[in-house]
């Protein structure tokens, strides 16, 4: 897995991003304050330029608050086919752009519960999730 992020974190906002290993998709996590979101982009690298192919809803108003976790980063796979948000060692999201599917992990009130790592290992499958849009 690589890792390849920068984090921003103004008043109530917080944004992270990783580009894939072969530089084809980049992937944003934004926490606005409300909502968190996962937004999958295509990507250029020749001119850094990227457009939002879809989202990944995870989650409205979690506590504790995103700012207050230990630990967020986006995980690529090496070979650029997988993806997941992960929360203080928690599996939040996970986009399979193989088999195009999108999956955010369970909430139980404002405490949203780990996606097994199974799913990271195994890949998604086509009952998992949402279907993901790509180019």
Known sequence: ?????ESKKELNNFLIDAISPDERWLVIFEDDGETGYLYFCSYNSDNQKYKILDHLWI???????IQECNFVNIVW???STKVCLVVDGECWGILDIKIKRKLAAPRKENSIKTIERIKWDNGLTRSDGDELRTI
Request: proline share 7%; net charge positive; hydrophobic share 20%.
């Open 1 to 5: 897995m690589t890792k390849n992020h």
């Open 77 to 79: 796979s090496h070979d």
């Open 59 to 65: 989650y409205n108003q979690i506590k504790p608050a």
